[in-house]
């Protein structure tokens, strides 16, 4: 069984920066493509961003491209996201999610349904 922290969240102003990070436990997930999903007020869960377990492959969302990294560290057993030029519209609750191991370096997944385990979000809150 994986738990899954993210922390890192807070309020910022518009064109500012954040880094969240989700800290895992209970097992390794060097093996694991990991991502990054965020729910707003009143809308579904959207995919933001995706890392393989070799960091080899990297996958955003159109509208957090050039703006946003995913980066982890399977030393630490953690994941990060590099949040810069934030936007009113990026406020959102962020989780993190893991995917069952797989032996392929390159997969990332996209799909709620690929992931098998969840954190339980931090706020981020981006004021005009």
């Known amino acids: 069984q994986v738990q899954l922290v993210e922390s890192g969240g807070g309020l910022v102003q518009a064109g500012g920066s954040l880094r969240l990070s989700c800290a895992a436990s209970?097992?390794?997930?060097?093996?694991?493509?990991m991502g990054w999903f965020r729910q707003a007020p009143g809308k579904e869960r959207e995919f933001v961003s995706a890392?393989?377990?070799?960091?080899?492959?990297?996958y955003y969302v159109d509208s957090v491209k050039d703006r946003f990294t995913i980066s982890r560290d399977n030393a630490k057993n953690t994941v990060y996201l590099q949040m810069n030029s934030l936007k009113p519209e990026d406020t959102a609750v962020y989780y993190c999610?893991?995917?069952?191991?797989?032996?392929?370096?390159?997969?990332?997944?996209?799909?709620?349904?690929?992931?098998?385990?969840w954190g339980q979000g931090t706020q981020v809150t981006v004021s005009s």
């Open positions: 999610a893991g995917s069952p191991p797989t032996d392929l370096s390159a997969r990332v997944s996209v799909r709620t349904d690929e992931y098998n385990y």
């Open positions: 209970g097992r390794t997930i060097n093996r694991s493509p």
């Open positions: 890392i393989s377990w070799s960091g080899s492959s990297r």
